[in-house]
């Protein structure tokens, strides 16, 4: 479905179109067979995202569901279980695929502010060593989606994997680059804690298509052959991967945008509805969950005032800032919200 260009689309920043340097990119990509391993383009940002995010190699991937199930299927063995928060995007988003692709089972974690605590790790690690289960691996997420795009603390991550030992831990850092922006720490910073780690160049950064899982020159052989197994080996895909570079080197430093303007709509949110719960100084990179006792009404409503908006679960709403919104944009919106029924 194609929507009038002055609909004010806060439904996610997956929304986002192509530059016109990506286009141009994209026009003029070098490009070769990458089974062959002959896509310079390819290789240019697996290598770019490879130095970004300090590992040793990187592979290119037609989605973050895909880089995220790959990374899966390529740390566990069939009844491995995986520890993951309960809510992160490969539970709960990815129906059902790590049961399907992988055959493992999850033993679920409670978040904390999007975080998941050393302490309940350990408990739960316990408990699975109790009942003889082996656990392949440990998954976070950063930022951490369902609670509204946090970011994670440095300190936290650190202690965590200190919990955890030598048992693989995996980032779902589909918004990795928001989470680097918000808080300053590097993503090579924040990678150098986990063994696997993988980001959208087709979020926030705009792109197209495309996400890019990093890790060992071994983990990266083994992904390799797992997303052929899945489907996703591709061809001539420098001619996407050319705006994933593009979105790489020009796109990251914009995210404060975003950033700033979540907290204008999560302030408008918070002043129309002080009971939802929402605290504006928690939305720190570009989206914003509140709950909601009526939430199709809510979104009608937007509608009607020539605003998308979205659930991600029963009773919360999200809106997400992103690059092809302005200030004019978002002030109509706070606008709607501040008279929302
Ligand atoms: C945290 C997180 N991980 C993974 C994904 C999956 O990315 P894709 O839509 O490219 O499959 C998303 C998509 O919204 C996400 O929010």
Not at 40 to 61: I, S
Not at 228 to 253: C, F, N, P, S, Y
Not at 261 to 266: D, G, N, Q, Y
Request: overall charge negative; glycine content about 8%.
């Amino acid at each position: 479905m194609s929507h009038a260009p002055d609909l004010i689309d806060l439904r996610s920043d997956t929304v986002t179109k192509p530059t016109d340097e990506m286009r141009k990119a994209m026009a003029e990509a070098e490009v070769g067979d990458d089974r062959y391993g002959e896509d310079p383009t390819v290789r240019r940002l697996e290598e770019l995202y490879a130095e970004l995010v300090g590992k040793e190699a990187a592979l290119y991937l037609p989605s973050g569901t895909m880089a995220n199930q790959v990374a899966l299927r390529s740390w566990t063995s069939p009844g491995g279980v995986v520890l993951a928060g309960k809510n992160q995007h490969l539970v709960q988003f990815e129906r059902a695929g790590a049961a399907k692709n992988s055959n493992i089972q999850f033993g679920l974690i409670r978040e904390t502010d999007g975080e998941l605590r050393a302490d309940d790790l350990i408990e739960e690690l316990q408990l699975q060593v109790h009942f003889g289960l082996e656990v392949s691996l440990v998954c976070i997420e950063n930022t951490h989606m369902p609670s509204g795009g946090r970011p994670w603390k440095i300190d936290h991550l650190e202690e965590l994997k200190a919990a955890i030992g030598t048992i693989p831990l995996h980032m779902d850092g589909a918004r990795l680059f928001n989470a680097s922006i918000a808080t300053g720490i590097k993503p090579s910073e924040y990678a150098s804690l986990v063994d696997s780690v993988m980001s959208c160049v087709s979020k926030g950064l705009s792109a197209p298509i495309g996400s890019i899982l990093a890790g060992s020159e071994e983990f990266i052989a083994r992904a390799r052959t797992e997303r052929q197994i899945l489907g996703g080996q591709m061809r001539q895909a420098g001619v996407i991967a050319a705006a994933g570079i593009v979105a790489l080197e020009t796109m990251v430093d914009r995210l404060a945008e975003d950033h700033r303007r979540a907290k204008l709509l999560a302030s408008a949110v918070a002043d129309r509805y002080p009971e939802c719960g929402l605290d504006p100084n928690a939305v720190e990179t570009n989206i914003v969950v509140f709950e909601h006792k009526d939430p199709s009404s809510f979104l009608n409503y937007l509608r009607g005032n020539d605003i998308l908006a979205g659930t991600i679960s029963p009773g919360k709403i999200r809106l997400v800032t992103h690059k092809d919104l302005d200030d004019s944009s978002v002030e109509q919106a706070l606008r709607a919200i501040s008279h929302a029924p």
